[in-house]
């Protein structure tokens, strides 16, 4: 397990590993799980709990293996490439079940990183066995100040002051948010009046946006299980009428574009 990036999530001393465990020079020792990860978060905290559920979790590893998002993995490869040399360091934040950080290494041979607040998500990244991957939150990431050369943070919530942190100073962070038409496909079948996505950008004070790359794509899912898959990981599983339930779980088949912007920062 590569271990230069990380802090203790206590003391903030350098992380070593000692046997099956992660221990920092002031004694403090987090134990590396059967599956190859480590737990870096301190309980307690209020919205550590948070997370998929290990059915969610698998549902979404499933349906990313499929390659139906493989157009935004190769772009956001394309930016790691772009401004990333041998042996740079790459951190996934938020990184789910993996699948991105595995495209990625796949492709170009990096000192990968990724963590997300789900044990449920990190257990299944780290089956992938394609990085360094942890257990932890964005308020309080267990990595070094100025030492990320690239990182990358896909559909979940945004820490400006954290991310900027762990950035090197001539570090890059890749953030995606969805393009105008992306899953309008889906929202025809789940409202009576679809909306086109706004493309609002996080808050991101502190950080610098110095380019933007637009990613589009059509998917055509086949069956209703894949389909079901794909609502599940978006955030209209959370807010949708019954109505439109009903018409989701009626469809066979469901055509719809993709379409993501990715955000390039700098500190
Ligand atoms: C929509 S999923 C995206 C996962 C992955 N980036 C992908 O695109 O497949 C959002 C992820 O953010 C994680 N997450 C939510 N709040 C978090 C926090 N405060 N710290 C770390 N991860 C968090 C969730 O556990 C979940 O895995
Ligand atoms: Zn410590």
Redesign the pocket.
Known sequence: MLTELLRCPVCACALHTEGRALRCERGHSFDIAREGYANLLLSGKP?DS???NKEMARS?RDF?NKGYYEPLASAVADCARAYTADGDSVL?I????G??TNCLSARLPRAYYG????KN?VRLAAKRRCATFFV????SIPIRDDSVRFAF?????FHAAEFGRVLHRDGVLLTAIPGKDHLYGLKQALYDTPYRNDEQPPQAEGLTLTDTVRVRGHISLNAPEEIRALFQ?TPYFYHTPSSGMQRLEALEALETDIEFVLLLYKK
Not at 153 to 157: C, D, E, Y
């Open positions: 919205g948070k997370g998929d979404r990313l996934d938020c990184c789910g079940e699948y991105y963590f997300d607040i789900s998500m932890a939150n964005i308020a943070h896909l559909f979940a919530p990981m």
